[in-house]
């Protein structure tokens, strides 16, 4: 059956340093697929941490720093991101415009861990981390 979802009816969260618009997961519906539309603060960031699955991330605007393991590489939108199954990654802008990002999951049920393995909350529900941990 289809479900048709306008703008309106999508959920849309601000926690510290993002935003989120949930175009699909569980919560609405979605039996097999996650996308987050998500806005990223110029001082904003996306601490490190990995997905129990596949993620694909595309950019749609500004500029950012992927940083992965040990290095970190600059990508200016439009771009798009294939991070696989438990790789280690981050996102921080570059400059001072705002990034707009996709997130994009095959599963409704997403989960995130942080660099030690312990469990992190989804972005729709992350007051946590306000101190960027990029800055140096």
Known sequence: MVKVLQASDLPFIEVPRISTRVHSDSDVGANETTVW???????????????????????????????????????????????????????????????????????AFPKIFDESGRPRPLPTHDQTMTENPYDT
């Open 37 to 107: 539309e998500q806005w990223i603060k110029s001082d904003g960031f996306i601490p490190m941490h990995y997905h129990d699955t596949e993620e694909v991330l595309v950019i749609m605007s500004g500029t950012i720093s992927l940083e992965l393991e040990g290095r970190a590489i600059r990508l200016n939108a439009p771009a798009s991101i294939i991070v696989e199954q438990e790789e280690l990654h981050g996102i921080r802008p570059v400059g001072t415009d705002k990034v707009h990002l996709f997130g994009i999951f095959p599963t």
